[in-house]
């Protein structure tokens, strides 16, 4: 189990984390691959690593049916945060072959910002 | 592996499960926990544990984008809670240390109850 | 761990493989069940395995949170299959006893296509 510190730049943002989580494991052993966000602002998800036009489609349509602007209850201006991070979920989890994630050949691993910018701490597993 | 039971008392309800979770995973092993419904008109999720109005803004916000009433077509009248169930998840994995979760300050675990009140079964496990 | 093929015959289906995941994890040990998609335009999840028409209203309220028509940047015209994979996710994970899935009653796992006709990668792993 390692612990990783990313810093993201913008309000909202897909930061791509897979390099990231790939050189923290290596050295580690197990079957399944398993990352997460102990945050409750941001979210994980699995998604394409390639156009970046994809994650920003994701973003705006997430904002489209979950306006940052809006009479939430919640005091602290944040909601639509929240509400994002429980749509994407807090964690992912890929299996691994010979020590390596297996993924397909467009996937990649994305920290979902719903709140920045601020310092995020992701938790790598390996089982 | 344990099973937990709970009883909700609205139709639609986020229930703090959190210190059951813990309380039921004493004693057990792992570097994994793992929680999992086995219904499908109710979703677990990881979101914040201090202000209730948080998971209010969320229960809210999956109201305004699956309303109950709506001409679905599955004959139950429950449809939107199996949407809702679907847009949650079924199960949350938290990485565990020296055998107690590593949940973030603010993080905590939700039954998301979509179609009660009713009694929910619930699996922790540890691996 | 060990790989399935299927095959998906619309742009949008709900395909039910839960029965084929069960055949594939035979012989294979493990408390936890992991079940991933190695693409970023279908996702899976767990819901109703006995009305149809509940996962009908699901891919159908998938489709008026995400329409499939909209002026999205992404050029290849499947950026609405993109956003439903992170809605629904990329993996489900279920608690195995004696060697089986300890699905609830009615609970059942979906590859979830948005963007087929196409054949399809899923890895299956038990820990």
Redesign the interface.
């Known amino acids: 189990?390692a612990e990783i510190r990313v810093k993201t730049s913008k309000r909202i943002e897909a930061l791509n984390i897979t390099e990231l989580v790939e050189k923290t494991m290596r050295g580690m052993e197990g079957?399944?691959l398993?990352v997460?966000?102990?945050?409750?602002t941001c979210g994980l998800?699995?998604?394409?690593d390639a156009?970046p036009?994809?994650m920003?489609?994701?973003l705006?349509?997430?904002e489209r049916?979950?306006p940052a602007k809006y009479p939430?209850?919640?005091?602290?201006g944040n909601?639509d945060a929240?509400?994002k991070?429980?749509?994407?979920?807090?964690?992912?989890?890929?299996?691994c072959?010979q020590g390596r994630p297996?993924?397909?050949?467009?996937?990649g691993i994305f920290l979902m910002e719903f709140d920045g910018p601020r310092e995020r701490?992701v938790?790598v597993?390996l089982?």
């Open positions: 189990m079957n399944l398993h997460y966000t102990q945050h409750t998800t699995i998604n394409e156009d036009d994809v920003r489609d994701i705006d349509a997430l049916m979950v939430y209850r919640h005091s602290e909601s929240h509400i991070a429980t749509l994407t979920g807090s964690s992912v989890t890929i299996p072959i297996a993924f397909g050949t467009w996937q701490k938790i597993t089982i």
